[in-house]
């Protein structure tokens, strides 16, 4: 389980995640289709099996076309990443 507190972390990811990854991490498909991009579901096994260190860095440093989420620093991108594995399927 994630260091940080979900709770907190789902009203971060509401603000400064879902309008790219949707309300229930499952991705926009409007945004997707513009940057022509296949977005995983946050959900994923795939995604999932990641470590909270390698999510960290992806939130923080950005991977492929998505840009760094720089209104998201130190205990915060914690509690994104503890919500962001509530979201598990």
């Known amino acids: 389980m994630a260091a940080g507190d979900a709770t907190a972390g789902k009203a971060i ?3 400064s995640c879902q309008p790219c990854h949707g309300a229930d ?9 513009m940057m022509n991009v296949t977005m995983r579901p946050l959900g994923s096994a795939d ?9 960290k860095g992806i939130v ?8 760094p ?9 914690d509690d994104v990443i503890a919500y962001v594995r509530t979201l598990k399927k």
């Open 13 to 15: 990811f509401t603000k």
């Open 69 to 77: 989420v720089t209104s998201v620093t130190g205990k915060s991108v």
């Open 60 to 67: 923080t440093g950005g991977r492929g076309k998505m840009r």
């Open 47 to 55: 995604v999932q099996a990641q470590s909270d260190d390698v999510l």
């Open 25 to 33: 991490g499952s991705g926009n498909p409007n945004i997707a289709k």
